[in-house]
């Protein structure tokens, strides 16, 4: 069993800050991707971040310059520090990591139950 818990989604006011933690937890050999993904009402889920490794990030560009997504393997935790937040920025976000169980399995995906961020006044 493999778990993924999000944490830090909040409400805050444009131009603030938000910083979401994702931790996985269960039988795990290796994890290769982490990631984030939102979802806002009415639209389909969308990439925000992913880091393979410890340093490979890819960003959307609607985020890029504004979060920042970083990892700290040993623990197998995933953060997403989020700056000049706008409106446009909320949504649910999902946690994503694809993982190995064992050492001779294939990767499967796995997702978190989601973190609601909204940006308002």
């Known amino acids: 069993q493999v778990q993924l818990v999000e944490s830090g989604g909040a409400l805050v006011q444009p131009g603030g800050s938000l910083r979401l933690s994702c931790a996985a937890s269960?039988?795990?050999?290796?994890?290769?991707?982490m990631g984030w993904y939102r979802q806002a009402p009415g639209k389909q889920r969308e990439l925000v971040a992913t880091?393979?490794?410890?340093?490979?990030?890819n960003y959307a560009d609607s985020v890029k310059g504004r979060f920042t997504i970083s990892r700290d393997s040993a623990k197998n935790t995933v953060y997403l520090q989020m700056n000049s937040l706008k409106p446009e920025d909320t949504a649910v976000y999902y946690c994503y990591a694809a993982i190995r169980r064992y050492a001779w399995s294939g990767r499967n995906d796995y997702w978190g139950q989601g973190t609601q961020v909204t940006v308002s006044s």
């Open positions: 880091i393979a490794g410890s340093a490979d990030t």
């Open positions: 269960g039988t795990i050999f290796s994890i290769n991707v």
